[in-house]
């Protein structure tokens, strides 16, 4: 099984590298009646899907063209495709594509027929024996594809190249903030921002692995998974872990808009400003504190074993 989706909820697809198309229903695993015209025309590609459930219609693109099968099972050909390119097609809400066996570095992309020029970086790192499919994403409205390392914005309108990358990409991800993620062959990840396309992570403990996919999940922490050694799992990077020592131990925590004071079992108040992560203003007592406030005028109400301040 080379790919898996998902058509209705709870409806599923499976992708195999022969072509043939099984779905899994209501408890059930089918096989798609016509998978005879699939493989007829396939000829070693993989094949990139839409089904619409409620014509019961499937529309699927290979390298050779684009081809759609009715309820009935009869199949007519939408596109012949016979230059060297990443051909592009929106069906419904749906997206289907295929990259074409590349033989040079002037290439097209065609999105849903329009077609556009692009040339391939051809310098050493331009991996022109790399023969991996495409990858489209959209992020923010933004349609991204890729070619072996090169990875170009549609706008609507126009053909942009965005980025080289320093091997093939093989993975696209959109996290909640719109950073793009680029996963590489053998070579970890860039995050792009969407405002500067710059490169603003680093996980060295990734460097060397094939990155297939990235998930911000609801807490704001990320799932990675490799090709070489299974799924990484890294929490929230914008929290910052700060450390008070070994032996502190904590009593109470008050925070204000601004500052967050700390209470400890050895009588240190801490006021520590997130903006000045590394100005913490320590005042010591003679006992250890058990409760605190800061009211609204901003003064510290502290109480310790037999005293008030």
Same mark, same amino acid.
């Given at each position: 099984i080379f790919g898996f989706q998902e058509s209705?909820?709870?409806?599923?697809?499976?992708?195999?590298?022969?072509?043939?198309?099984?779905?899994?229903e209501d408890g059930k695993i089918f096989s798609y009646p016509y998978n005879d015209k699939?493989?007829?025309?396939?000829?070693?590609? #993989?094949?990139s899907l839409a089904y619409s459930e409620d014509k019961k219609q499937l529309d699927f693109v290979?390298?050779?063209g684009r081809f759609r099968i009715d309820s009935l099972g009869n199949m007519v050909t939408l596109d012949s495709i016979k230059e060297n390119g990443l051909f592009y097609y929106e069906v419904g809400k749906e997206s289907i594509w295929t990259l074409t066996r590349l033989v040079r570095n002037n290439h097209i992309i065609s999105i849903n027929d329009q077609k556009f020029e692009i040339t391939l970086d051809d310098r050493i790192y331009a991996f022109s024996d790399f023969n991996g499919s495409a990858r489209t994403i959209k992020c923010a409205g933004i349609l991204y594809l890729t070619i072996r390392n090169h990875l170009f914005k549609y706008d609507g309108s126009e053909i942009e190249l965005m980025h080289v990358g320093r091997a093939p990409i093989i993975s696209l991800s959109c996290d909640r903030v719109n950073n793009l993620w680029v996963g590489y062959l053998n070579s970890g990840f860039d995050? #792009?921002?969407p405002e500067s396309? +710059? +490169?603003?992570?680093?996980?060295?403990?990734?460097?060397?692995f094939s990155i297939t996919s990235v998930l911000?999940?609801?807490d704001g922490g990320l799932w990675i998974t490799t090709l070489e050694n299974g799924v990484y799992y890294f929490p929230n990077l914008e929290i910052i872990n700060q450390s008070f020592g070994v032996n502190t131990k904590i009593r109470k925590v008050f925070s204000t808009s601004n500052i967050v004071a700390i209470g400890t079992q050895q009588g240190s108040l801490m006021l520590y400003?997130?903006?000045?992560?590394?100005? #913490?203003?320590?005042k010591r007592f003679n006992a250890p504190i058990w409760s605190f406030f800061i009211?609204?005028?901003?003064?510290?109400? #502290?109480?310790?074993?037999?005293e008030l301040y």
């Open positions: 209705k909820p709870g409806k599923l697809w499976f992708k195999s590298y022969s072509g043939r198309l099984s779905y899994y699939i493989q007829s025309v396939i000829k070693n590609s #993989l094949i290979i390298r050779t995050r #792009l921002s396309f +710059n +490169n603003n992570l680093s996980l060295p403990q990734l460097e060397s911000n999940d609801k400003k997130p903006s000045q992560a590394n100005n #913490l203003v320590e009211d609204s005028f901003g003064k510290i109400w #502290l109480y310790t074993d037999s």
